[in-house]
Structures are given as structure tokens and as C-alpha cells.
């Protein structure tokens, strides 16, 4: 079993994304998160399921090179969201 608050495998992330594959099924994740923000039931059970069960306190650094740690989870998020690279793992 994982820790809480650490991120999935390569494995878990392609089974989680799996039925957000489509990038329209993404960007409606994303719409909901710029919607109503990460404070939402669902869009924090989505970040809790993403990180075995606890949303990582910051800073997060992510596996794209060159980015800066960002302060949250939820900055991290809103940046993939907002560049549409949907996939982006940390």
C-alpha cells in the first residue's frame, strides 16, 4: 500500500486517467476546478484519489523540467489545467 499523500505510480496514473483519457473529459475537469475551485467536494475527492487518499501540502515539484516547485497542489493542478497538459505528474 502507498503513503498517504504520495503521488500514484505510472501504472495508477494511467488507470485514473483512463476515463479522463479524452482531453475533453480533462478540460471539463479542469473547467470544474476553475468553476468552483479546489475546495470543491469533487474536485477533492479527484486530488485526494490522485494522491492515494491525502492532498500533498506544498511546495510540489513536478516531473516537467524546468518548472518551478509550486506552493499547493492546487496551483499545481490550475498550471495543468491552464497549459492543457492534463497529464503532467509530480
Do not use: M
Not at 1 to 13: K, N, V
Request: charged share 20%; aromatic share 14%.
Amino acid at each position: 500500500a502507498q503513503q498517504p499523500g504520495t503521488p500514484l505510480s505510472d501504472r495508477e496514473y494511467r488507470q485514473f486517467f483512463r476515463s479522463l483519457w479524452v482531453s475533453h473529459r480533462a478540460s471539463t475537469a479542469c473547467l470544474l476546478r476553475a468553476l468552483y475551485g479546489c475546495q470543491n467536494p469533487l474536485v477533492r475527492r479527484l486530488d485526494e484519489y490522485e494522491n492515494h487518499g491525502t492532498i500533498p501540502k506544498g511546495p510540489i515539484c513536478s516531473a516537467l523540467p524546468g518548472t518551478p516547485p509550486f506552493p499547493d497542489f492546487c496551483t499545481f493542478s490550475f498550471y495543468r489545467c491552464t497549459r492543457k497538459r492534463y497529464f503532467i505528474k509530480v
